[in-house]
């Protein structure tokens, strides 16, 4: 192995397999000579695995042709791997097999939810005239996907009891940006955006938010977590004056709280002259049960992809519709569906509107994620009311079984009934040496997605698990049975196992501070392509 290899695995970023000559192993029996443990492969970067003159495939040779690129013509080869089918379909094949989600285990992450995505939704998804859709094509000939968009807005609106919805926002945080915006421009239709600068932010809501505000030349104040990890409405009110914009509360809130005095929180912001804006990334505990304008709410993003079992993770594509209030509607930003004298029409420009029109405009190029909106809509019409009513309360009651479950042997942050996740601290870990982080990587050794760490911020060693109410008893218990004996073996004086987890991993636990600091984030190849064609 080479020096630079050597040092690129020693910054957090190995590639190349470990052989026996430099792989310390505390395993029983024979070392690994390949790098390969069990049936588990030890997989390098494709570059490292290309061979010069080797192909899979016969391409004819380019015909000669005069050159129009003058001198920024490349000089020499641009490094692309030689493989053989063979060598690139297991490649590909092993990289696949290295993805846990959701559909290989539990995914116990609190507050960001990893929702079984039924199999109908992607059938429905793919169907022949809704998959190829494309956004370009004239309106005439996709009424029926407008039709169905329609569907999914009337449905949003029912659940939540909002005046509209923006199906555009592509993700939670694009949605809190759309929501805020609309808050921003009323704020200016009634000549107050220079006075009300100030956005009120609880310490237990999600962290995107103060960004959020911020973003939009907001002035965050905080407003600390409780002793019971709520909002404290006597705080939210001693804070009101009339430079506040609004609020921006999760709800239920990341400590997997209900936020008991909501409604006498949104009335006091109103009666000051601001707005609500309710991150609504948890809806998933009280949907079908609480519509969030019976509770005072003026804007609320959803993540299609936590409540209503769209894909998620990966890097998306998420979905993040906004409900907004009567007070909001008319500053919704563009395009929406309406209805026209020949079908379904798309409202796409200001012009379109009227004179006086106040939406902001545009938040991305087209219209939102049609795979998405379908995805959603059939969770929905499969579920009926009964069957979100149900999913709601399972979340919460798998939630509450957890905490139940696990609170003799770890530290629950707050007693009580929980909604959908329950939320632990490391308290139960101190005086064995282990950390929140041990304990996580421990979980990877045992099978199991480590559950949110650190956060919410306002609890030390935070551990969020959220187990969605798709899961059965029986995968339930054995992640209790895990955790309990987890537990148990800290407090048995097992830190040393802790520390040295992950064991059963294709790589050990990394430098986190080197990755962080020092990321390699591009392969280079021992011999640069230049010095190799010479």
Same mark, same amino acid.
């Given at each position: 192995?080479? +020096?630079?290899?050597?040092?690129?695995?020693?910054?957090?970023?190995?590639?190349?397999?470990?052989?026996? +000559?430099?792989?310390?192993?505390?395993?029983?029996?024979?070392?690994?000579?390949?790098?390969?443990?069990?049936? $588990?492969?030890?997989?390098?970067?494709?570059?490292?695995?290309?061979?010069?003159?080797?192909?899979?495939?016969?391409?004819?040779?380019?015909?000669?042709?005069?050159?129009?690129?003058?001198?920024?013509?490349?000089?020499?080869?641009?490094?692309?791997?030689?493989?053989?089918?063979?060598?690139?379909?297991?490649?590909?094949?092993?990289?696949?097999?290295?993805?846990?989600?959701?559909?290989?285990?539990?995914?116990?992450?609190?507050?960001?939810?990893?929702?079984?995505?039924?199999?109908?939704?992607?059938?429905?998804?793919?169907?022949?005239?809704? @998959?190829?859709?494309?956004?370009?094509?004239?309106?005439?000939?996709?009424?029926?996907?407008?039709?169905?968009?329609?569907?999914?807005?009337?449905?949003?609106?029912?659940?939540?009891?909002?005046?509209?919805?923006?199906?555009?926002?592509?993700?939670?945080?694009?949605?809190?940006?759309?929501?805020?915006?609309?808050?921003?421009?009323?704020?200016?239709?009634?000549?107050?955006?220079?006075?009300?600068?100030? %956005?009120?932010?609880?310490?237990?809501?999600?962290?995107?938010?103060?960004?959020?505000?911020?973003?939009?030349?907001?002035?965050?104040?905080?407003?600390?977590?409780?002793?019971?990890?709520?909002?404290?409405?006597?705080?939210?009110?001693?804070?009101?004056?009339?430079?506040?914009?609004?609020?921006?509360?999760?709800?239920?809130?990341?400590?997997?709280?209900?936020?008991?005095?909501?409604?006498?929180?949104?009335?006091?912001?109103?009666?000051?002259?601001?707005?609500?804006?309710?991150?609504?990334?948890?809806?998933?505990?009280?949907?079908?049960?609480?519509?969030?304008?019976?509770? #005072?709410?003026?804007?609320?993003?959803?993540?299609?992809?936590?409540?209503?079992?769209?894909?998620?993770?990966?890097?998306?594509?998420?979905?993040?519709?906004? %409900?907004?209030?009567?007070?909001?509607?008319?500053?919704?930003?563009?395009?929406?569906?309406?209805?026209?004298?020949?079908?379904?029409?798309?409202?796409?420009?200001?012009?379109? %509107?009227?004179?006086?029109?106040?939406?902001?405009?545009?938040?991305?190029?087209?219209? #939102?994620?049609?795979?998405?909106?379908?995805?959603?809509?059939?969770?929905?019409?499969?579920?009926?009311?009964? #069957?979100?009513?149900?999913?709601?309360?399972?979340?919460?009651?798998?939630?509450?079984?957890?905490?139940?479950?696990?609170?003799?042997?770890?530290?629950?942050?707050?007693?009580?009934?929980?909604?959908?996740?329950?939320?632990?601290?490391?308290?139960?870990?101190?005086?064995?040496?282990?950390?929140?982080?041990?304990?996580?990587?421990?979980?990877?050794?045992?099978?199991?997605?480590?559950?949110?760490?650190?956060?919410?911020?306002?609890?030390? @060693?935070?551990?969020?698990?959220?187990?969605?109410?798709?899961?059965?008893? +029986?995968?339930?218990?054995?992640? $209790?049975?895990?955790?309990?004996?987890?537990?148990?073996?800290?407090?048995?004086?097992?830190?040393?196992?802790?520390?040295?987890?992950?064991?059963?991993?294709?790589?050990?636990?990394?430098?986190?501070?080197?990755?962080?600091?020092?990321?390699?984030?591009?392969?280079?190849?021992?011999?640069?392509?230049?010095?190799?064609? +010479?």
């Amino acid at each position: 192995m080479s +020096e630079s290899t050597k040092a690129m695995n020693s910054q957090g970023r190995p590639s190349r397999p470990q052989l026996v +000559e430099d792989t310390a192993s505390n395993d029983v029996g024979l070392p690994s000579f390949s790098g390969h443990k069990g049936l $588990v492969f030890d997989e390098p970067l494709i570059f490292e695995m290309g061979r010069e003159g080797r192909t899979g495939v016969d391409l004819p040779e380019v015909p000669k042709v005069e050159s129009r690129l003058g001198s920024v013509a490349k000089r020499q080869g641009i490094g692309l791997p030689g493989l053989s089918e063979p060598q690139v379909v297991r490649h590909y094949t092993r990289l696949s097999q290295k993805n846990y989600a959701i559909d290989t285990g539990f995914y116990p992450l609190g507050s960001c939810t990893m929702k079984h995505n039924p199999r109908l939704n992607e059938k429905m998804a793919r169907m022949p005239g809704l @998959g190829d859709l494309h956004p370009l094509q004239p309106v005439s000939t996709v009424q029926g996907a407008l039709d169905m968009i329609a569907l999914l807005a009337y449905w949003l609106k029912q659940l939540t009891g909002m005046a509209t919805v923006a199906l555009s926002p592509a993700a939670g945080a694009h949605g809190e940006l759309c929501g805020m915006m609309a808050i921003k421009a009323a704020l200016e239709a009634r000549g107050e955006a220079d006075k009300r600068k100030r %956005v009120l932010v609880p310490e237990s809501a999600h962290g995107t938010n103060p960004a959020t505000a911020a973003s939009l030349g907001f002035v965050v104040d905080p407003i600390p977590a409780a002793e019971d990890g709520k909002v404290d409405l006597a705080t939210v009110v001693e804070k009101l004056g009339d430079d506040v914009a609004g609020i921006m509360l999760t709800n239920p809130n990341t400590c997997g709280l209900f936020e008991r005095d909501i409604k006498a929180i949104a009335d006091a912001i109103h009666e000051a002259g601001g707005y609500f804006y309710c991150d609504g990334a948890n809806f998933n505990a009280i949907v079908g049960r609480v519509r969030p304008a019976d509770l #005072g709410v003026d804007a609320m993003h959803i993540n299609l992809h936590k409540t209503f079992s769209t894909p998620h993770g990966g890097g998306g594509p998420g979905s993040g519709p906004v %409900v907004l209030s009567e007070a909001l509607a008319p500053y919704a930003p563009l395009p929406h569906v309406a209805d026209g004298d020949t079908g379904v029409v798309l409202v796409e420009n200001k012009s379109d %509107v009227d004179a006086t029109g106040t939406e902001f405009g545009r938040m991305k190029a087209f219209h #939102g994620q049609m795979g998405m909106f379908i995805r959603a809509l059939a969770y929905m019409l499969s579920h009926g009311a009964d #069957g979100l009513w149900d999913a709601s309360g399972d979340a919460v009651l798998n939630a509450n079984y957890v905490r139940a479950r696990l609170e003799d042997v770890m530290t629950v942050s707050y007693p009580g009934i929980c909604m959908h996740e329950a939320l632990f601290d490391e308290r139960f870990l101190k005086g064995t040496g282990v950390s929140t982080l041990d304990f996580a990587k421990a979980m990877i050794d045992q099978g199991c997605h480590p559950m949110t760490m650190y956060f919410p911020l306002v609890v030390h @060693g935070a551990m969020l698990i959220e187990p969605t109410e798709s899961e059965a008893k +029986e995968t339930m218990d054995e992640f $209790v049975g895990m955790m309990r004996g987890l537990a148990q073996a800290a407090k048995s004086g097992e830190g040393d196992a802790f520390a040295a987890a992950p064991l059963h991993t294709p790589r050990r636990r990394m430098d986190e501070t080197q990755a962080a600091r020092k990321p390699v984030l591009r392969w280079k190849p021992e011999v640069p392509p230049a010095v190799a064609a +010479e």
